[in-house]
């Protein structure tokens, strides 16, 4: 069975930093094999994909993060992270850790970053 753990979620002053990070297990499960991916979802809204890393390196990023997220992998420790620079208050929600690869998908529980003063 296939787990991911999210981490790294909190509350952050505007212009701060979070680093998060999507912990994954299970039998012959491997970041580097699939295609990562973070998403957000705020209260009414539907779930959106603002994030992903294929297999093969290459890195896609929703227009409103990019140049401020980074999203990468430690293929040794099976961990994607989502390093997240210049926060805006836009930017609060819950961050959901997603790996696909044919006909599965998987899904972290969710961590919840709130950016405020």
């Known amino acids: 069975q296939v787990q991911l753990v999210e981490s790294g979620g909190g509350l952050v002053q505007p212009g701060g930093s979070l680093r998060l990070s999507c912990k994954a297990s299970?039998?012959?499960?491997?970041?580097?094999?699939?295609?990562m991916g973070w998403y957000r979802q705020v209260p009414g809204k539907a779930r959106e994909l603002i994030a992903a890393?294929?297999?093969?390196?290459?890195?896609d990023y929703r227009d409103v993060v990019k140049a401020r997220f980074t999203i990468s992998r430690d293929d040794a420790e099976n961990v994607a992270f989502l390093q997240m620079n210049n926060l805006r208050p836009d930017d609060t929600g819950v961050y959901y850790c997603?790996?696909?690869?044919?006909?599965?998908?998987?899904w972290g529980q969710g961590t919840q970053v709130t950016v405020s003063w």
């Open positions: 997603h790996a696909s690869r044919p006909n599965e998908q998987f």
């Open positions: 299970g039998s012959a499960f491997r970041v580097a094999a699939v295609t």
């Open positions: 890393l294929t297999s093969g390196g290459r890195a």
